[in-house]
């Protein structure tokens, strides 16, 4: 039977301790947004659920003294018995089968559109909903699940980000495993996934729910069609890089000259919205679009100096000098300095930013930037020594690809040692960059005796 991964996630309203609507929906397992002790709390979904067990259990027994002997823990209150973005299985001694407690992070932000909130916490939050999903697949019995948005209640987060980050990091981590294995994802028990929408006032439940829809409809044709999608668009995920590095980098050992890099980098990278902006309107809320259109935009780039390059060769736009003298060139150096600023911020922000999960893929690219500077100082190289006859359009391409200097022209000025040094400084990086990607990427391999 094909599962599809659209027609399993369902949006409901109600509490999700509610005995009544579970047994209705078959649902034999819920997730408690819990704290890192598992101990239970006073309120939120934690502490109803815990409340909701309890009313099942004999008199004098507590849910969390359960959860304890489960888990053989011991009853030491502030024992972390879970950490933050994992998840960890219970019984549900009466409520419903199993419980699966999972612990949320704390929105860092001070908005309510979640700007302020730091890249760290949103990655948390979102393995929370990997987590849950590697439990479903190691117990083969779960069938129907019961899901509240984690981190919407007293960690803080603004409801419609953490239901953004819940949908699609449930819908993403159900995708990957159905790519993985997809007849086991067929054969497994797993058929439905409700997600429970609650607010003790009605007028913000229902306003809520609409939000929860309308998410939800924006990642369903995507799901229906086995893609996963992407919950954040370029301005915010810098936003929240920049959160990040100006929050905690001393935390981690960045000081001085380190954090001040980091920071100036991430600021010059803010420049260059207008490219990344170009990935979310052709890629939209697509993931594999969005890696398409960087694909895309990456090769059209390296294929920039070639066009004016022919341009110049065929005469093209000759009537309009401005294009030649200014427009040109400062399209090429926009676009060479946004490649390489990207490419040193994969290796200065390796800790913050996901790698690629791809190492073929990596070279690829990082291949086609190289292409794209070397033409782009090609390009340069043309258009500042053409006026004097020395350079030809095959000398330049030469000059750029393999730092060849034309004969005709000397070291006399600062422009002739700028572009030296500047052939040399791009061919060393691209060279350091990709000695660090086989480094990080190195295996011993086996090989049959």
Not at 116 to 136: K, N
Not at 180 to 197: G, N, P, R, T, V
Not at 361 to 388: Q, T
Request: proline share 2%.
């Amino acid at each position: 039977m094909d599962k599809n991964i659209a027609d399993m996630i369902k949006i409901v309203k109600g509490k999700i301790e509610d005995s009544g609507k579970i047994n209705l929906r078959n649902i034999d397992t819920i997730v408690n947004a819990a704290n890192p002790t598992l101990m239970g709390s006073d309120q939120g979904v934690d502490g109803s659920i815990h409340a909701a067990v309890n009313s099942f259990l004999e008199d004098g027994k507590e849910y969390a003294d359960l959860i304890c002997r489960e888990l053989g823990t011991g009853n030491e209150k502030n024992k972390i018995r879970c950490g933050r973005g994992q998840a960890v299985r219970t019984e549900g001694y009466g409520l419903c089968k199993n419980v699966i407690h999972v612990v949320g992070s704390q929105y860092d932000g001070n908005g309510t559109r979640g700007v302020g909130c730091s890249s760290s916490r949103i990655m948390l939050l979102e393995s929370c909903y990997y987590d849950i999903i590697r439990v479903v697949r190691e117990n083969a019995g779960i069938r129907n699940l019961g899901v509240p948005v984690i981190g919407a209640g007293e960690y803080g987060f603004p409801f419609k980000l953490a239901v953004k980050v819940a949908l699609a990091g449930i819908g993403n981590a159900l995708t990957e495993w159905k790519d993985e294995d997809e007849e086991l994802f067929a054969m497994s028990s797993l058929e439905h996934i409700y997600f429970y929408i609650y607010d003790g006032n009605g007028e913000t439940c229902n306003k809520n729910f609409k939000t929860a829809e309308r998410v939800w409809n924006g990642y369903k044709p995507l799901f229906r069609n086995g893609k996963k999608v992407v919950f954040q668009n370029s301005f915010m995920a810098h936003i929240r890089y920049m959160n990040e590095i100006m929050r905690y980098d001393r935390k981690r050992g960045y000081f001085a000259t380190a954090e001040a890099m980091r920071v100036l980098l991430m600021a010059v990278r803010f420049l260059f919205m207008p490219v990344m902006m170009l990935k979310d309107l052709f890629g939209k809320a697509g993931w594999e679009k969005r890696r398409k259109a960087v694909e895309w935009l990456a090769l059209v780039k390296a294929l920039l100096p070639i066009f004016f390059f022919l341009f110049w060769q065929y005469g093209f736009f000759m009537q309009d000098p401005i294009l030649y003298e200014a427009a040109f060139p400062c399209i090429i150096l926009y676009s060479m300095s946004d490649t390489v600023t990207y490419l040193l911020t994969l290796l200065m922000m390796a800790d913050i930013q996901r790698p690629s999960a791809n190492l073929i893929r990596s070279m690829i690219m990082l291949f086609v930037n190289y292409i794209e500077v070397a033409l782009g100082l090609a390009y340069l190289y043309f258009f500042h020594y053409k006026d004097k006859g020395q350079v030809s359009i095959y000398d330049a391409a030469r000059f750029g690809l393999l730092g060849t200097r034309a004969e005709a022209v000397g070291l006399e000025t600062f422009a002739d040692y700028a572009f030296l040094y500047a052939d040399a400084a791009v061919k060393f990086f691209f060279l350091s960059l990709v000695f660090g990607y086989f480094a990080n990427h190195m295996k011993q391999r086996k090989f049959r005796s």
